[in-house]
């Protein structure tokens, strides 16, 4: 790999790139050829942040089912009930991982810019581990380290790729697919060892050593990151300052009162404190809006959804349809933004309603990732009730721990991603066009099945109680396998069409709701682990009559989807 210099970009170039007031570049040079200098930070940094990130996570559901019955071990609470209270603190953690990017990208693009949000975050990231290795016998130490690790990686998750795209220029632009290749690859890569080592570490050394170790790579992730601070391109925050600020705090309040109390605080407050606080902080949070758009319009997305809303309720949308030409874009024409599209344009109007018709093939979606994220939970426990001897090449036979068994997935990705491109879709394609919808409709299909396999698992389990005999290991790898399979047609599809079909200055705002998917899921997850007398072969049954249903329901409104390609816009 070759690298280029940022003094040889620079001097390349026919101008000199516009820089901050610390030397920092704002922009690339356009003429560069090579692989920019601050690629190898990156890519280092994003490996040992994964590491750190999968490694805590690999432990977390063995570790707090052990931690609710050594508390509660005087009140007669039984192994399944903790392994559902741990279950539940899992996948909060999960839902606060992917929901915080919401206020993250905006934290990023609108007031701090990428790199302040990625370096400060990650020491907020690391402050999480660390309470994690200090206070891992209590619940609340463990609270409060999720917390901190799900801000910390909820707020950097939606700025580490765009920032690799803010390196390439014109010149090198044909190299970021081979950038983005290896950060996918780093990003498994990590995962898997993580996911084989730090349960190792835990039965060796102990829980609070087995903590320490990602936050360890955590604190090296941002020395390497912040080592790369002259070589990157620092794309300024737009509009920055007073304004930037205002963009931040409204769109926090509003997703607090909108997003945040529904998915973390349901079952903390009495329901009419909730509801209170629900309504002044989105009170607030609109208020600050409105204050901010007085002092200078800004026509985002919220901008243009608050704009058409006004529209409909006072009737310009209709009257904006009724008067459209017959010859004008659709766009003219829509439910919400006609009246949007008549005063501002095609282009604006355009931005939130492809947002909107995006989020409506999403929706469906949030029922996979409730099932995908489920290897770190329920699959675990799973695994505890299995016979987990195998015989490893090199390695002979073997006990792994249950903790160790997802690692299936993250090798089967690195798998399966090439075997998919030049093998599956190809043969696929003879038969019938393989769109993105349709491999998403496939993938949520196998989701199901793979989620029947387990629940059929578990009842093999239930047969052998009381015997001497148990299920062996080695029948999850059929299940992991499918999923995996599922996963790569649903994850990296669905960021594909996530990205063509939103326009240009509507992509962070798209992805923001993509992540979102995730969150949503894990809260699904959260309400049925809540469902007393749910045995866990049950249980798995549920999801699998749950995404079957979803998958039939995706496919419809995949059939009816129109699409439209923003990839080479602008």
């Not at 370096?119 to 994690?132: E, I, K, R």
């Not at 990157?232 to 737009?238: A, F, G, K, L």
């Not at 089967?412 to 998403?440: E, H, Q, S």
């Not at 793979?450 to 299940?479: N, R, S, Y």
Request: glycine share 8%; proline share 5%; aromatic share 12%.
């Amino acid at each position: 790999m070759t690298h280029s210099s940022g003094n040889a970009n620079d001097s390349a170039a026919g101008s000199a790139p516009a820089r901050t007031a610390e030397g920092w570049r704002t922009a690339p040079d356009q003429q560069a050829t090579g692989y920019p200098s601050s690629v190898p930070f990156i890519i280092g940094n994003e490996g040992c942040e994964r590491f750190s990130f999968y490694g805590m996570k690999s432990i977390l559901q063995v570790h707090l089912t052990a931690l609710y019955l050594a508390i509660y071990a005087g009140e007669g609470l039984t192994r399944e009930l903790a392994g559902n209270r741990a279950q539940e603190m899992v996948h909060v953690f999960i839902a606060g991982v992917y929901a915080f990017p919401m206020i993250g990208a905006i934290l990023a693009d609108r007031f701090l810019g990428k790199y302040r949000t990625i370096l400060w975050l990650s020491l907020v990231y690391c402050a999480g581990h660390a309470v994690l290795a200090v206070g891992e016998d209590s619940l609340e130490g463990m609270a409060l380290g999720l917390c901190l690790i799900a801000i910390g990686s909820g707020g950097i998750k939606p700025c580490v790729s765009a920032n690799v795209g803010d390196q390439f220029g014109k010149g090198n632009w044909h190299l970021v697919t081979k950038i983005f290749q290896a950060f996918y690859f780093i990003i498994n890569f990590g995962s898997f060892f993580a996911t084989l080592a730090i349960p190792w570490l835990k039965e060796a050394y102990g829980t609070s050593v087995a903590f320490g170790v990602p936050g360890v790579l955590m604190f090296i992730a941002t020395v390497v990151f912040w080592l790369g601070r002259d070589r990157y391109v620092h794309v300024q925050p737009r509009p920055g300052g007073k304004l930037g600020a205002m963009d931040f705090a409204s769109s926090s309040l509003l997703f607090l009162g909108l997003i945040g109390l529904p998915l973390f605080f349901t079952k903390l407050l009495p329901t009419e404190v909730f509801f209170a606080l629900m309504a002044l902080l989105t009170g607030l949070g609109f208020w600050l809006f409105r204050a901010r758009q007085r002092q200078e319009i800004d026509l985002g997305f919220l901008a243009c959804a608050f704009e058409g809303l006004a529209d409909v309720v006072r009737g310009d949308a209709a009257r904006a349809r009724a008067s459209a030409p017959a010859d004008a874009p659709a766009i003219y024409r829509h439910r919400l933004f006609a009246a949007v599209a008549q005063r501002h344009g095609a282009t604006i109007a355009e931005g939130p309603a492809a947002v909107l018709r995006i989020v409506s093939v999403f929706f469906l979606i949030s029922v996979f990732w409730a099932l995908f994220d489920q290897h770190s939970s329920s699959w675990i426990r799973q695994a505890e009730m299995m016979d987990r001897r195998m015989t490893l090449p090199l390695f002979g036979s073997r006990e792994l721990l249950a903790s160790q068994i997802p690692s299936l997935n993250p090798l089967m990705v690195m798998m399966l991603i090439p075997l998919n491109n030049f093998v599956l879709y190809p043969l696929i394609g003879k038969v019938v066009a393989v769109t993105p919808l349709r491999k998403i409709s496939i993938g949520m299909g196998m989701a199901a099945a793979a989620f029947a396999l387990v629940a059929m698992i578990q009842e093999q389990i239930l047969a052998l109680e009381g015997t001497a005999d148990k299920v062996p290991i080695a029948w999850q790898i059929l299940p992991y396998f499918v999923m995996t399979q599922a996963e790569v047609m649903v994850s990296v599809t669905g960021l594909e069409f996530a990205y063509t079909q939103a326009p240009t200055r509507m992509k962070s705002t798209i992805m923001g709701f993509w992540l979102l998917t995730v969150a949503l899921g894990s809260k699904l997850v959260v309400i049925i682990t809540q469902m007393p007398d749910l045995p866990l072969h049950q249980f798995f049954w549920v999801f699998t009559i749950l995404m079957a249903g979803a998958t039939v329901l995706f496919a419809a409104r995949a059939a009816f989807y129109h699409y439209r390609d923003y990839a080479q816009e602008g």
